[in-house]
């Protein structure tokens, strides 16, 4: 499916830019192309190519990508937690990959103002060992939800754009 | 199972073709182990394969033969020896949507193709066409890599009884 | 034993069924029988001695202990049946074939408990042969008798792969069998084997294996070469270390078939690199490296191969390696040779040419070791003297696909 879409928006020499590492504003395909071989290549055995996972083996990351993203602490559980960490991606693929996955695979949108994950934040936490996966994703989830209360609250009067951008 | 024996004939025989491409092999190890942009597909290293002497793979064109160019990193029984395909899984199994991906050059058009590995699961095993080819298999350390799990372990339905393996293509490479 | 009535005697057995209290009854009446024959014709003359199973209860064999530092268990995947895992007791010094335990789906391998007296087995079932509910057990053998003695329930996780050591192995002090699962999400079960309960599950996301490391602790190895070292001592409470990146990943990376000698375990990377990694009260410290191969060896791409690909004789400080030609992906492939390091020196002190292609070799733990040696296709297991080399015995259709082999 997304793969088909990816596919017809490629071309040889998108291919051949993105293969010799240049990064220019007009090869967006092409810059698209790299993350999703890589993504391929490195987490959809496991996660599946829309990044639903198997239930009770393998969490589906559709409705934590944004969240996540959001939050200093989520960002960084993002770029620790051992695929994405221990992968044999370099620190630049892996952000790629996170941006790709962030705007490929969320079922809740991307907000307008996303802040794409660059190779210093990947090269800056990747190598910090999460000590216990599930216990610092717990504690995450439940700062994000605290923090999503609060600014429900805060927020309650003002409407705000939810749109999906 | 009797891949280990051609192996190693293989091996063999092509030996003085595949040394001198050891040194190239070496160039891209260290590539792969520094931190490059852009890592060296698993694809680059099964490039090096060759079965005959003259360099040429008579079976690569074959579903059902181990040298089947999309088998270069299979391990287990084809599923087109067993009533299914590269592609389906035989009656009454089901297919492991848990596995793992890797690259194998299609010698029919020069490229590239990443490979899905997809494990057919439910029952005892197929038995038939074993084939073992490990271009890009890492230890299983790297388990997104290694083909030596059994994907029917990610499968909730069937849960671990593996009965074959399929080759699927996902997409091509450059 | 030409006399008639024993030539009767043998065909009236021989026609009763394989039940055993029928062929009791045979034999209690077949004997009254002879001896009602015998006391007819006093005239002839007394047969020979009738054989010594002729009159007894049949009985069942029991393995002598304690066990002979001769002895291999070979485990069986058997890949074209994997429902029906097994494993096979061989001596090595006779060539005889001793038992079989019954072992499940996708068995790997087993492990003896240090006493002798207990053989660990983690098994997978289906409540359908291949179908139906999964159930994971630790079933204890009596290493005697071969008998289920006891059963551990675990959960339903133990990893399905191309079995290795590190799918399976106990704590130095025998308390705790740990296990290695795999969903694809990975973790360590453990199994209390003084109060025969399981006691919990680890998670090791990320990493694969147990690899002992003292007496309550062990390490798994994570995909980027870190390593993790885990403490179970202090109150059966984990103690948790994650470490720096130490072995090599990549495209020569180490592989998951280390052997160990007291603190350190020697890994092996595809291209035949020794990589040795000390673990000691808690601390993992990588040992520099050396080669199997010299550069002239390595240009004519000898590197090591096969399943159990290395083995080691402590007393010896040997290390034994299966040996083959050919490039980076036939980092599987076995060989037909080993070749023997003095773990000392790093020298190569020995190649012994095997008379047929090896995947798993195993060295047995006494001071004058015999080798062990299967091919994954089986069925025959190969005997060598571990210190001259030389070809001992063939022990003929021991094994539909031999994997790992476990000496006492």
């Not at chain 2, 008579?58 to 990193?73: K, V």
Request: proline share 7%; with cysteine; net charge positive.
């Amino acid at each position: 499916m997304s793969a088909a879409r990816a596919w017809r928006a490629m071309s040889v020499p998108m291919i051949a830019l993105a293969v010799a590492g240049a990064v220019c504003g007009s090869a967006h395909a092409a810059a698209a192309y790299r993350p999703r071989i890589d993504y391929q290549l490195n987490c959809q055995g496991c996660h599946l190519a829309d990044g639903s996972g198997e239930a009770g083996r393998v969490p589906s990351v559709r409705r934590m990508l944004v969240p996540f993203a959001e939050d200093p602490a989520g960002r960084r559980y993002l770029i620790q937690v051992p695929g994405v960490s221990e992968s044999s991606l370099s620190d630049r693929a892996t952000a790629a990959v996170l941006n790709w996955m962030v705007h490929r695979l969320s079922d809740v949108p991307v907000p307008r103002n996303f802040v794409p994950f660059t190779t210093a934040e990947v090269a800056r936490w990747r190598r910090i060992p999460l000590t216990n996966v599930a216990a610092t994703r717990a504690r995450v989830q439940r700062q994000i939800d605290a923090h999503r209360s609060s600014r429900a609250r805060s927020t309650a009067s003002r409407s705000t754009d939810k749109s999906p951008m | 199972m009797k891949w280990f024996d051609e192996l190693a004939e293989r091996s063999a025989r092509g030996l003085a073709k595949r040394t001198s491409r050891r040194s190239v092999l070496g160039g891209l190890g260290t590539l792969l182990l520094g931190a490059v942009a852009i890592p060296l597909l698993p694809a680059a290293r099964g490039a090096a394969l060759k079965r005959t002497d003259d360099g040429k793979n008579p079976h690569w064109d074959d579903p059902t033969s181990c040298d089947y160019w999309r088998h270069c990193a299979i391990d287990g029984f084809l599923c087109s020896c067993c009533g299914g395909s590269q592609t389906t899984c035989p009656p009454g199994t089901n297919m492991s949507a848990v596995t793992w991906i890797g690259t194998c050059h299609n010698p029919g058009d020069g490229r590239d193709y990443v490979v899905s590995y997809n494990d057919c699961c439910g029952k005892s095993s197929c038995g038939r066409c074993f084939c073992n080819r490990n271009e890009g298999d890492t230890p299983m350390f790297e388990a997104g890599h290694s083909n030596d799990y059994n994907w029917c372990s990610g499968n909730s339905t069937a849960n671990i009884p593996y009965h074959c393996s399929t080759a699927r293509i996902l997409g091509a490479v450059r | 034993m030409r006399a008639p009535t024993t030539a009767i005697l043998r065909c009236d057995l021989r026609g009763v069924g394989r039940s055993r209290g029928l062929r009791a009854l045979a034999v209690l009446a077949g004997w009254l029988g002879a001896a009602m024959l015998a006391s007819a014709t006093p005239a002839r003359t007394r047969p020979a001695a009738l054989p010594s199973d002729v009159g007894r209860h049949p009985t069942v064999a029991v393995l002598p202990t304690p066990a002979s530092k001769h002895w291999v268990w070979v485990n069986d995947f058997v890949f074209p049946h994997m429902a029906d895992g097994t494993a096979h007791l061989v001596d090595g010094d006779t060539g005889r074939y001793l038992g079989t335990l019954s072992t499940g789906y996708s068995y790997s391998h087993l492990v003896l408990s240090p006493d002798g007296r207990w053989i660990y087995s983690p098994e997978t079932y289906f409540s359908r042969g291949t179908r139906g509910k999964r159930t994971d057990v630790v079933t204890i053998y009596d290493a005697r008798t071969l008998d289920p003695a006891g059963e551990i329930r675990i959960p339903p996780k133990r990893a399905s792969d191309m079995p290795v050591m590190g799918d399976v192995a106990l704590t130095d002090d025998a308390r705790y069998l740990l296990i290695y699962d795999f969903n694809p999400a990975q973790s360590i079960t453990v199994v209390d084997m003084k109060t025969r309960r399981f006691l919990r599950e680890i998670p090791i996301p990320g990493c694969a294996f147990a690899y002992p490391s003292g007496p309550r602790s062990f390490f798994s190895v994570c995909g980027d070469g870190s390593v993790v070292l885990i403490d179970l001592a202090r109150d059966g409470k984990v103690v948790r270390h994650h470490t720096d990146q130490l072995l090599p990943m990549g495209a020569d990376p180490v592989t998951e078939k280390p052997v160990r000698v007291g603190d350190v375990w020697y890994f092996v990377t595809f291209d035949g690199r020794i990589v040795p990694l000390e673990v000691k009260d808690g601390r993992a410290v990588v040992e520099p490296s050396w080669s199997l191969t010299t550069a002239a060896e390595r240009a004519q791409g000898w590197r090591p191969g096969g399943l159990q690909q290395l083995a080691v004789s402590v007393p010896l400080h040997r290390l034994y390696a299966i040996m083959h030609q050919g490039d980076l992906t036939t980092h599987k492939d076995p060989g037909k040779t080993v070749w023997v390091y003095d773990l000392a020196t790093h020298r190569k002190v020995q190649e012994i040419a095997l008379k047929r292609l090896a995947s798993s070799i195993q060295v047995t733990t006494d001071a004058a070791p015999l080798l062990f040696t299967v091919f994954i296709d089986g069925p025959d297991l190969d005997v060598y003297d571990a210190v001259s080399g030389h070809w001992l015995r063939t022990v003929t259709d021991v094994a539909a696909t031999p994997t790992v082999l476990v000496t006492p």
